[in-house]
């Protein structure tokens, strides 16, 4: 049964630092993992979908890496605002049997002023 | 009109009400699905429809009953809900089940309270 991690829980950082955060998963027989943003009370907003086949992605400030044989992704968020305050999930499409998007908890990430 | 919407937004109900969820989505996608998220735990999928036919029932209980008319609207019908039912309801669109290259885009999600 695929598993999905994301270290850490909570991040606070002040405004300016590149950070990252990690999504770790069991099964590496997948098809594609996406990153989400969502803020508090709302829906999620797609950022970033890496496919197997891939090893990066990059839109504007955010960077996402995908090392599937060690089950690992990150997402680099470079010069962090404020406006960037929200949770991360990652998700990962998983191969064989039955076949969904397995969702991590999330990173709450506090960018502060 | 925007990618995928639901309504309403929140919804307090007693055990005993009956309620319904709405979703429509304006990207000409042709799967939707419905996920629950509750404090401190994972989004967990409930229903699939692709094609307006179900494919997946994730051992949902049936108080909770889904129905798509179309590949444009979803609708998730509640009854005897019990407090733990409780949660944000998500909503969530793509091209294709099983498409896997593709992308889910999600709606603003309705609270749900039940008391």
């Known amino acids: 049964k695929q598993e999905v991690t994301q270290i850490p829980a909570a991040l606070s950082v002040p405004e300016g630092e590149n950070l990252v955060l990690n999504c770790s998963f069991t099964?590496?027989?997948?098809?594609?993992l996406q990153w989400f943003r969502q803020d508090p009370g709302k829906g999620l907003t797609s950022l970033l979908l890496i496919q197997s086949s891939q090893r990066e992605q990059t839109s504007g400030r955010l960077n996402a890496s995908l090392d599937k044989s060690s089950g690992r992704s990150t997402l680099y968020i470079a010069a962090s605002q404020p406006g960037d305050s929200a949770t991360y999930l990652c998700a990962v499409w998983t191969q064989g049997g039955s076949e969904k998007l397995v969702f991590g908890k999330g990173t709450k990430l506090t960018v502060n002023p | 009109e925007t990618g995928v919407t639901q309504t309403p937004r929140h919804l307090v109900m007693g055990m005993t009400n009956k309620k319904s969820l709405k979703c429509e989505q304006h990207?000409?996608?042709?799967?939707m699905y419905w996920y629950k998220q509750s404090a401190k735990k994972p989004l967990e999928l409930m229903f699939v429809y692709n094609f307006k036919e179900q494919t997946e029932n994730n051992s949902v209980p049936s108080r909770f009953s889904p129905e798509c008319p179309n590949s444009s609207h979803l609708f998730l019908h509640l009854h005897t809900l019990q407090p733990e039912d409780s949660a944000l309801y998500l909503c969530?669109?793509?091209?294709?089940?099983?498409?896997?290259?593709?992308?889910?885009?999600f709606g603003e999600g309705s609270r749900l309270t039940v008391l």
């Open positions: 099964d590496s027989a997948i098809y594609n």
């Open positions: 969530a669109s793509s091209q294709e089940w099983r498409r896997y290259t593709g992308e889910l885009f």
């Open positions: 990207l000409g996608h042709n799967a």
